[in-house]
């Protein structure tokens, strides 16, 4: 079965330094990967995704991910974080199910950004 | 657009009540999902949908039932509450899961 997991649960950064998220994935085909946000109280918002192609994805608010296949990862970073990043970050990978037509999200357990001024 | 909307916001159940937790979206998407977060945990699968008439169990589907009679609604049951069903759930979806799902706002239930 697929999984993720992201190693750390807090980190904390100043405003105006880069930032690096990680998460690691174990899949035996090539998954489908994403970053989502979510803002307290708040849904989660998809940051951005792979699923192939580039291994370096764009997304929104100036994120940034890389899928390094020999490592399993899917880090996302940002080189200058602001203090409305300030959210908690899950990495999710998505799996085809029986039938080859369905479909699965996978999340790992999350990693709370703190942003200090 | 609505996007994806859940209701109630807020719930407080005692142990052994039955309830629905209502999702629906706008958007003509296919896939639907319901999650369970939980501190610590992340989000869990609870159930799922590729299409009306067609739900699959997820990750922690006990104690919960769904239905799809329509492409825009997939309501979540809890048939006898427990304690251990206290959670936010998320309902989420998608027309095409490579592009991501869209979550709605969630629900905070509470189980006494």
Redesign the interface.
Same mark, same amino acid.
């Given at each position: 079965a697929q999984s993720v997991t992201q190693p750390d649960?807090h980190i904390t950064v100043s405003e105006g330094a880069s930032l690096e998220l990680r998460c690691n994935y174990s899949y035996g085909a090539t998954p489908?990967l994403?970053w989502?946000v979510q803002s307290p109280g708040?849904?989660?918002?998809?940051l951005l995704?792979y699923?192939s192609g580039d291994t370096l994805v764009q997304g929104i608010k100036g994120f940034e991910a890389e899928f390094k296949r020999s490592q399993s990862s899917f880090n996302l970073r940002k080189p200058s974080v602001h203090w409305s990043d300030a959210a908690e970050y899950?990495c999710a990978v998505?799996v085809r199910?029986s039938g080859g037509?369905?479909?699965?999200?996978?999340?790992?357990?999350?990693t709370l950004l703190t942003v200090n001024p | 657009n609505a996007g994806?909307t859940q209701t109630p916001k807020f719930q407080v159940l005692k142990t052994g009540q039955s309830m629905t937790l209502q999702c629906a979206q706008d958007m003509n998407h296919e896939?639907m999902?319901w999650?369970r977060q939980d501190p610590?945990?992340?989000?869990? /699968?609870i159930h %799922?949908s590729?299409g009306a008439g067609i739900t699959?169990q997820?990750?922690v589907p006990n104690g919960y039932n769904v239905s799809r009679s329509t492409t825009e609604d997939f309501p979540l049951r809890l048939l006898s509450a427990a304690p251990s069903q206290t959670s936010v759930y998320?309902c989420?979806s998608s027309q095409t899961? /490579?592009?991501? %799902?869209?979550?709605?706002?969630?629900t905070r239930l509470t189980v006494v």
């Open positions: 649960i489908y994403f989502y708040q849904g989660l918002q998809l995704k699923f899950f998505g199910g037509s369905n479909y699965k999200l996978t999340f790992g357990k999350g | 994806v896939y999902s999650y610590g945990m992340g989000l869990r /699968l %799922y590729v699959d997820g990750e998320f989420a899961p /490579l592009y991501g %799902y869209t979550f709605g706002s969630g």
